[in-house]
């Protein structure tokens, strides 16, 4: 196609509603400063061993990012080659069940909890693949009822399904699987708002474990595998 015919299609497409497909827009979940943060944990945790696993990836703007940034270690400060990344995602959007129970037993009635219902495996597959990311494997499933054993042991995990059941139920599995000195990050600790069921769930598990919240960036709640696991 020539640049002319390429130049005029592009401003025959700006006179549209797909306009909004065209224009570039900040597509992450996290800020900035947030992403650099995490990058920082994701690579410590690469280095010390140990699959990445995302829990709740929804379109992969996160898993994009952090794989990019895993190559860019990888070429530049030595980080080791053979990281295997896990995603896992309904790719419906929130289990019924998990969105009642916030409705009915946590008193979000306004809310509807109807996002990220449009998506699919093969979708976010090819996404990964048009952008060259091949240590990624996607996993459709219910971040409450799958078998984290089978994954082999997990160095760092952003569990990020944003309610009260999935985090609950997920976050004693992924602790059994982690490494030691491994480390999982809750993402939507911030209280009072319609996703603050991942916040229950984190300071009810912290309280389990007999250990204080660490909460950076008044989201993310930390929860670190001690090296040396002591008896509660
Ligand atoms: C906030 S988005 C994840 C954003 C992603 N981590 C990122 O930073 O780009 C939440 C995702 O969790 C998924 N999800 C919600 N409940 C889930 C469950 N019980 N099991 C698996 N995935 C779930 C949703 O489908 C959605 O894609």
Avoid at 17 to 42: D, S
Avoid at 61 to 70: D, E, G, K, R, S
Avoid at 196 to 222: N, T
């Amino acid at each position: 196609m020539t640049r002319t015919l390429k130049l005029w299609l592009k401003r025959l497409q700006f006179r549209t509603p797909l306009r909004n497909q065209m224009v570039h827009r900040y597509e992450y979940f996290f800020w900035p400063a947030e992403l650099a943060f995490l990058c920082e944990l994701l690579e410590q945790s690469i280095r010390d061993g140990g699959i990445v696993l995302e829990v709740g990836c929804a379109q992969g703007a996160t898993t994009l990012f952090f794989n990019n940034h895993i190559t860019w270690a990888q070429r530049n400060k030595g980080l080791r080659d053979d990281v295997a990344y896990v995603c896992l995602d309904t790719f419906s959007g929130f289990p019924r069940e998990h969105s009642l129970y916030e409705q009915q037993h946590r008193g979000k009635t306004t809310a509807t909890y109807k996002d990220y219902q449009i998506n699919s495996p093969d979708w976010f597959k090819y996404m990964l693949k048009l952008n060259g990311v091949t240590r990624t494997s996607v996993h459709q499933g219910d971040a409450a009822k799958f078998d984290y054993a089978g994954l082999g042991s997990i160095g760092f995990c952003l569990l990020d399904v944003d309610l009260y059941l999935p985090t609950q139920a997920a976050l004693p599995r992924i602790y059994e699987q982690m490494r030691p000195g491994g480390i999982i990050v809750v993402d939507d600790c911030l209280p009072e708002q319609d996703y603050d069921g991942a916040r229950q769930a984190y300071l009810e598990f912290m309280s389990s474990l007999g250990r204080e919240p660490e909460i950076h960036h008044r989201k993310f709640g930390i929860v670190r595998k001690p090296a040396q696991e002591t008896a509660p």
